[in-house]
């Protein structure tokens, strides 16, 4: 997984084509942290449709306002640029978030 920083988010996600999947977290979320190992086996499983990355919104506080994180953890998976799917707080199991990304590729 990438780790994103506010300098390098508009390369790695905005101006990327193809679809990129941004995992929001704090290192104080504890459901998060928690989260961070089943994602980091799907980037394994779809690492050749789908870029997975990460940001410390703790780190990059109005970066997360900008894209309207307002609730940890947050998954967005956007392509082309654009968000096309969230999962947020209790909807992001890991389940919702294969099953979001099956739904995007196809």
Known sequence: MIELTKDTFETEVLSNQGYVLVDYYSPSCEPCSALLPKITDLSEKYCEK???????????????ISQRVMGLPTIILYKNGEKVDE????DATIENI?????????
């Not at 999962?87 to 209790?90: L, R, S």
């Open 50 to 64: 789908v870029k997975f990355t990460k940001l410390n919104t703790a780190s990059a506080r109005r970066l997360a």
């Open 87 to 90: 999962k947020i707080k209790d």
């Open 98 to 106: 294969e099953k979001m990304i099956l739904e995007q590729i196809g």
